[in-house]
Each structure stands twice: as structure tokens, then as C-alpha cells.
């Protein structure tokens, strides 16, 4: 695909009872996206009218489609993805609620795979409500590696044009993490962050740094062995594979110094420990970016936000952003995948072949 092609972004609906209607309403009224890009939304457009109506938004020009096409008029197209009658109850969290966001992300994912949709733009989903016999995952990114990974691994990256924050581990209860950190997965983590930070990112030779597990990264053992025994082997391990990696880090120094700012990416160790800080900087701009999938997946960084749902509150630019970066990631990737293809070393392979050809030729014109 061309990098001048106009891209196909799909994006879920989310919980229809939370603000991502409000937000990708919001983000769709500047006209100029549809320059970019075909908005492909997986919903209702009933739903969206309510929403429309119910807050006095601008309206918004959408086709009705049975599937995303290729045309390049600027209209966002819809596709309905729940019944005609389901009930809205803002900033309720109902069943109703999960299973038409689930009926939206399953959609979208297929026309991913299918090739349909260019990219995918994720809104927000309450973890409780969608969760079912068919969807038994703590999130969007465990959805979407066991989905349409191909037995890929995914990392969760929460970025802005500031700071890069990846995951060691994410959705987790806090007592669980440290049985879950091994060498093994802090170095796996470090090579597919290495890996986005280049190919997605377009960052030649990323500096990572790596938080500790425990305060004051562990005190030299007085407050814990992570650092020793598990984190500090993963380092070595990586720099050994030619990956600049630093660290272990304490956390809170390391943010409150403003260290941060001299490393391309931040690996945390668990979801809180790198995701508070990050959303303090830039909780209306930033975005979660699903790295290491053959296909690319962003989202806003905030939650459903029922407290204000329906309310004409909701910021929309971490919607924009999501849908934007989406963008710059697939391009970038077409820019890095044809930049290493490296079509010099065959063409340098067969000459050498052929200039061994001539000099035996002549030496048998010789003789």
C-alpha cells in the first residue's frame, strides 16, 4: 500500500452507557480527519443520535454500510453492531452495555484480519460488564493477542509526543506480580519494545530504561531480591543483544528528577508503577498502543468515564490522538519494513557470482 493511500480506521464503540460516543462524536465534527482517512465506526448509529441529541452536538455526516468500503467521498461510515432496540443508561454499567461493546470489537477485529479495516482505534470498555463466556480477558490487549496475534506476544505501550511507558506485566493484581516477573519475560518485553520503538516509532537506536520492583530498588537486598535475582540479569541479558537497556531504576526518583525525559522508552514493571505517572503528564493526549501484533491497535488512555457520561464534558483529543497515531504507526511500519528489505545485498551477491563468471571465462580464453 501506498503511504499516500487513504486509510480505513476502524473504531469500536466501546460502552455505550461511558463517553465514547461523546468523544469520537467530538473528534469526528473536525472535517479535516477525513482527509486522512475513512472513519469506519462499529455501533449504532441510533445510539450516536442519541448521544448527538442528547448533548447538542454538531451533526455528523454518517453512511450506513454492511461492510467498510473504499470510497473516497468523505463521509464516516457505520455499521450496526447491536440490535435497534438495545437500551442506553448513561454512566450505568449494565450486561447490556458489555455484550454490545464486545459485538462491536469482535466485528472489528474480523474486518481487520479480513483486510477491510486499515488500523484499529479501540474506545474505552468497563473490564466488568464485557466480561462472558466468550470473553474471558482482563482487557483489549489479551483479547487481541490470542484473537489475531498468530502467536505473537503483545506489549502494552502508553505514549505521548513526551514519554513511552511499556508494561512488564498489565492487567494484575498487585499481589501476583512478583511470582509473574522472570528474566525470561522482562527480556521478552525489552525486545519487543526495542522492536516498536524502531519500526513504529521510527526511532533508530532507543535508550531504555527499566524500573525496580520495590522501593529504593530494593536496597541492595533489604527490600527485596527482584532487582538482583531477576531484573538486573534481564538488563545484561538485553545489552548483551545489543539492546540499550539501563537500569533498574526506583521509581519515584526516577519520575520526580525528571529523568524520564532522557530515555526514548520506560519499561515499568506493573500497571500502576508506570501508568500513574504517565497519565498525570498526559492524560488528555495520551495513548495506548497495542505493539508486537502483526496489525496496529490504539486507544484513548482514559476509562468510560461514567461520572460524566452524556454530560457534554468528556475531552476528546486522547480519541484524536489514538486515531492519529494509528496512522503515523502504519506508515511508519510501511517506511521501516521497505528501508530493511535490503535489496543491495542480493544485487551485490549475484554481481560477485557474475564477476567470478567473467574472471573463469578469461581464464579459459588464457589458456
Known amino acids: 500500500m501506498s503511504l499516500n493511500t487513504k486509510l480505513r480506521v476502524g473504531i469500536t464503540h466501546g460502552d455505550i452507557n461511558g463517553i465514547g460516543y461523546e468523544v469520537i462524536l467530538k473528534t469526528l465534527e473536525d472535517n479535516r480527519l477525513l482527509e486522512l482517512c475513512t472513519p469506519v ?73 479480513q483486510g477491510n479495516i486499515d488500523v484499529l482505534v479501540t474506545s474505552p470498555i468497563n473490564k466488568q460488564n464485557i466480561h462472558s463466556d466468550t470473553f474471558t480477558f482482563p482487557g483489549h490487549t489479551e483479547y487481541l493477542e490470542s484473537s489475531v496475534g498468530n502467536g505473537n506476544k503483545a506489549l502494552m505501550i502508553l505514549c505521548n509526543d513526551r514519554m513511552r511507558v511499556a508494561l512488564a506485566t498489565t492487567h494484575l493484581p498487585v499481589s501476583k506480580i512478583s511470582e509473574i516477573l522472570t528474566p525470561e519475560l522482562i527480556l521478552q518485553k525489552l525486545e519487543l519494545f526495542a522492536q516498536s520503538l524502531k519500526r513504529d516509532f521510527r526511532i533508530h537506536a532507543p535508550r531504555i530504561a527499566v524500573l525496580a520492583l520495590n522501593p529504593h530498588a530494593g536496597d541492595n537486598g533489604l527490600m527485596g531480591s527482584e532487582e538482583a535475582d531477576i531484573i538486573k540479569p534481564a538488563i545484561d541479558e538485553a545489552q548483551n543483544r545489543k539492546i540499550l537497556a539501563f537500569g533498574p531504576y ?8 525528571g529523568a524520564w525525559a532522557t530515555f526514548d522508552g520506560i519499561l515499568a514493571m506493573y500497571h500502576d508503577q508506570g501508568l500513574a505517572p504517565f497519565k498525570l503528564l498526559a492524560m488528555d493526549e495520551g495513548v495506548n498502543v497495542t505493539a508486537g501484533l502483526p496489525f496496529v491497535r490504539t486507544s484513548p488512555d482514559h476509562g468510560t468515564a461514567y461520572d460524566i ?14 486515531i492519529y497515531t494509528a496512522i503515523d504507526i502504519y506508515r511508519n511500519r510501511l517506511r521501516y519494513d ?6 543491495l545485498k542480493k544485487q551485490f551477491v549475484e554481481r560477485r557470482k557474475d564477476d567470478v563468471k567473467l574472471d573463469l571465462t578469461k581464464e579459459e580464453e588464457d589458456n
Not at 53 to 63: D, H, W, Y
Not at 250 to 257: E, H, L, M, N, P
Not at 338 to 343: D, G, L, M, S, W
Open 250 to 257: 526506583s521509581a519515584d526518583g526516577f519520575f520526580g528528577s
Open 41 to 113: 465506526i462499529y455501533g449504532s448509529a441510533k445510539v450516536a443520535a442519541f448521544y448527538r441529541k442528547a448533548m447538542n452536538l454538531p451533526p455528523v455526516n454518517f453512511q450506513t454500510v454492511s461492510k467498510p468500503t473504499g470510497n473516497s467521498d468523505e463521509r464516516i461510515q457505520i455499521i450496526n453492531v447491536i440490535p435497534e432496540d438495545t437500551k442506553i443508561e448513561p454512566g450505568q454499567s449494565t450486561r447490556t452495555a458489555g455484550e454490545a461493546a464486545f459485538a462491536a470489537l469482535e466485528q472489528a477485529t474480523a474486518d481487520l484480519v
Open 309 to 322: 457520561a452524556a454530560r457534554g464534558l468528556a475531552n476528546p483529543n486522547s480519541m484524536r490522538q489514538a
Open 338 to 343: 521497505e528501508a530493511h528489505r535490503n535489496p
